[in-house]
């Protein structure tokens, strides 16, 4: 199995001995195995030998650590070093090692059986040095009095000084564990406490210095997004950032069983985590705001806080299980749970997210916002609010509808506010004792008229002698307003209607009112009625 780099021994020995396969060959020990030895220091057995080194390196008493290790015959570099020295090397190494492999450790007096070693000897697990694998051992030795205990074997530490070139710290964090005094807090030494003190600083310094210059690239601190920015990155994105840091250093410097413990329960570093991602969600959120203001599409701000609120809830679930497993707990039967519950809660509102996603469309594709005058399907009125449900709409008999935004979304809208120009498209009749020449100059009259008007456009207005009806002359006139609004379009034709007239009257002619004329013959004469 592979085990990353940075792994405690201490938790993994405690891990390998609660495993199935150890408590299934315990259970397989025959009911009259020896007695374990008494000892001093509890070294009867590989598992208590090694667990009674970890809890005295833990402590920083290498006195007592150097107990469990065999330092008879050694060899090498080994032969120079103290016992005190190997053992706190040998702390150092199950902690920052690259670890291949781990073998099971039994707490029994005879070792581990059938495991292709000698009898007195036991597998700890294997290591990398350099690209080859190294087997770390136990070894069965006799005590002074001829009792056998269980120790690191002498072979095993003679490659401490080996093996500590690889994974020892650099030298100049050698240079602060010297000038500082020994003492162990919450599982680090007191130099680690330090290294990771002035680490945290510096990193903060960092980061502040990173916002300072962002702040004055960006420009005017004035402004409320760009304070945002600056207090983002200064308070939340810092603190984060720094505390990471300070759990990567605290691994790579090691950690005792009780740091490891600790930072296996506390909440602490998934707590700033959910810290930092609403912070995040609420800058982008501001940001994006001021940009739907400047654009002019006030309306889609009604989404975002809900937008919002429903990824800080998802970030909460995933920081809430994320948590539970960290704690050891089966989050498959929780997850199983939420997936059930949520088929039923999506069921349950069904109707409700249609409008929701109704709602995302319409700030999405702004066929309409609030203000404009539309036709909504045969609704006509001008919208008064678009919410996350309905939208309301005021008819032009001051009535207010209130239409579920799934249908709003799926019916013809017909915008009426968003014409950029307003078509006027009237008729002249004019009579049938009109000349031509009186129609040429009304057409004449008329054309001078809408061409050196201002609020005419200029590109597509038409006026021609369209038709000859039953009852009338047909003078048809298409012209383009420049304007948005319809009062002031009601102005417009006020203007143009009354011209138009003064044009017709000044022609010498007149409008023909709708009549019919009908000849009846007699025997006599024929009688002649108009309508």
Known sequence: MQIPRQFPLTILLMSLAASPVIAQEIADEPADMPDIAADEFDRGTPMRSTNGFTRAA??????????????????????ELTGVQLARRLFVITKRANWVDIDELVDHPDGRRNDNLPDYRDSIGVVMDEGKEVRLLMQKVPRGDGVFIWKVSNATVSLIPELYEEYGYPEVVEDIRRKLPSGVL????????????IVAVSIYALVFLLALIIRRMVGDSGTVSRRRVFRFLAVPFGIWVTLMTIHTTATWLGRGETAEELQRVSPL?????????????????????????????????VLLQPAGNAVKLLVLIVALLVYLDKLGINITTVLAGLGVGGIAVALALQKPLEDVFGAITLYAQQ???VGDFCRIGTTLGTIESIGLRTTRIRTLKNTLIAAPNARVASEPIDNISARQRILYWPKLRLGYDTTPEQIRSVLEGIREMLANHERVSQDDYRVRFKEISEDALLIEVYVNLETRAWTEYLELVEELNLRFLEIVASAGTNLALPAQTLHIEGDSEAVELKD
């Open 367 to 369: 066929p309409i916002k």
């Open 269 to 301: 570093t998934i707590l700033i985590t959910v810290w930092v991602a609403f912070a995040t969600i609420n800058l982008f959120r501001d940001i994006y705001s001021e940009h739907l203001q400047k654009i002019g599409r006030p309306g889609a701000l």
């Open 186 to 197: 919450l599982g680090l030494e007191l130099f680690k406490w330090v290294i990771v003190l």
């Open 58 to 79: 833990e402590k920083g008493d290498y006195e007592t650590a150097a107990e469990y290790l065999d330092l008879r015959n050694l060899r090498g570099d080994a032969t």
